[in-house]
């Protein structure tokens, strides 16, 4: 999962008038196989009445589900997840954390918050994390709000420590200090499984949009290099998958359309043309130009309207927004080498992650190495990365499992007569910190 961000450019500037595409209208798409089809699997997820049966987290995975453990069945459990009327959104009484400390921080925006509300709850209605980011939330994230019945994140020191190594960087202080000179542009969130690097990504994009950023979010890095169509490129080494070259450009505009629409293109270098998802190549036409005048808005509403030219496009983009300020393993698409044999192709090898891979530039870039989504374990030395880049993000240190008991008591996750000090703790131990494992356990103490 990658989050680019990119400082928007200063003043708005004005409207261009845009002109047409020189590119005829867009064929249509042919139902047609592709001998280099793959086709994403798709979960099958059952219900009983008035019970949820829930599995050990380790059979789903933390950032999203990895499908793949059955060896885990003895540790299901059936229980009825609470039902009774939750108390009112705020209670003095109630809002109670551990050492009689607020639970919750008032806030409109996670840039107010400061160091010393660390391991408190912010609380944002279902609406705003939507509007906020349109592109979707990580499975941890939704799988918290659906059993909390409430859309709350708790504020981690780790959190705002990653926010403020990206606001020194455009905006410093007068003051130099130590801490200046440690800033990172160059971010890779690792830990272990459920430590929350999913959701400390989500919570930066949304600050980063309240402050006015341009940010591209990728919540699912595993959909870049897994199903739809995927062709050798015909004036390289890089395979292009246009299906999912057109979905990031659609994502991409779902929360910046307002501001791409006043950013003029840089670059005016033809866009080469690739293969059409199901479609072939484009008959006498090798490449395209976009008009004088036009915006990066055009640009990606070309990328979308021809799928000829959706990988190109998403590689130009890539190049414009550098002037404005699960990719480490293989992917799942395989090449024919002999009438038995395939060749797994690596995720660097396709043109998308190629284009967005790299860390080695002046951009702000963070991204996430999900554990539960990935084919490979993550080296030591990432490759086009930058040696420093890498952060570790722990599990929940005793302070803030004592603030998710507290939280989970609030939201009658846990029953009130049973919680306690010592049994709080008991799942923190055994779960080792895991934030999908004690929430799994909170409804047994």
Not at 47 to 58: A, D, H, L
């Amino acid at each position: 999962m990658l989050g680019s961000f990119l400082r928007s450019a200063g003043a708005a500037v004005a409207a261009h008038h845009r002109n047409s595409s020189l590119l005829s209208p867009p064929p249509g798409i042919l139902a047609v196989a592709s001998r280099s089809y793959a086709r994403a699997k798709t979960p099958k997820t059952t219900s009983k009445g008035g019970k949820v049966m829930v599995k050990g987290p380790r059979s789903g995975g933390g950032d999203d589900a990895a499908g793949d453990s059955s060896s885990t069945e003895d540790m299901s459990a059936s229980f009825e997840l609470p039902t009774d009327p939750l108390p009112i959104t705020y209670d003095p009484a109630l809002d109670v954390g551990p050492g009689g400390r607020p639970l919750f921080s008032i806030t409109e925006s996670f840039n107010q918050l400061t160091h010393k509300q660390a391991n408190t709850y912010v609380d944002f209605s279902l609406e705003e994390w939507n509007a906020k980011l349109p592109e979707g939330l990580p499975a941890g994230m939704k799988k918290e709000f659906e059993e909390t019945r409430r859309c709350a994140v708790m504020v981690r020191q780790s959190f705002l420590d990653l926010r403020d190594n990206f606001r020194r960087i455009y905006s410093p202080p007068l003051r130099p200090s130590n801490k200046n000179s440690n800033v990172k542009k160059q971010i890779v969130l690792d830990g272990p499984v459920s430590c929350g690097k999913s959701i400390t990504l989500a919570m930066l994009v949304h600050w980063a949009r309240c402050e006015g950023w341009l940010v591209l979010y990728v919540p699912r890095g595993k959909e870049w290099t897994h199903g739809g169509f995927f062709y050798r490129n015909p004036y390289g080494d890089l395979w292009d998958t246009p299906v999912q070259a057109a979905k990031i450009l659609q994502d991409f505009l779902k929360f910046n359309e307002a501001c791409l629409q006043h950013l003029p293109c840089q670059i005016f270098d033809p866009i080469s043309l690739g293969e059409g998802a199901g479609v072939g190549m484009m008959k006498g036409v090798d490449s395209m130009e976009m008009p004088e005048g036009s915006t990066l808005f055009d640009l990606i509403q070309t990328g979308i309207a021809y799928t000829h030219a959706s990988v190109g496009v998403v590689v130009r983009l890539r190049k414009e927004l550098s002037l404005y300020n699960n990719w480490f393993t293989f992917s799942e698409y395989e090449e024919p080498v002999t009438v038995r044999s395939t060749r797994p192709i690596h995720a660097k090898e396709l043109s998308t992650v190629n284009a967005f891979r790299s860390m080695l530039h002046d951009d702000m870039m963070v991204g996430a190495f999900s554990h539960s989504t990935a084919v490979g374990k993550l080296r030591q030395d990432l490759p086009d990365v930058p040696l420093d880049a890498r952060v570790l993000l722990p599990r929940y240190n005793l302070d803030e499992a004592a603030a998710v008991s507290h939280y989970y008591l609030r939201q009658n996750l846990i029953h009130r007569d049973r919680f306690s000090e010592e049994n709080w703790k008991k799942i923190y131990y055994i779960s080792n910190g895991n934030g999908s494992e004690m929430r799994w356990m909170a409804p047994f103490i």
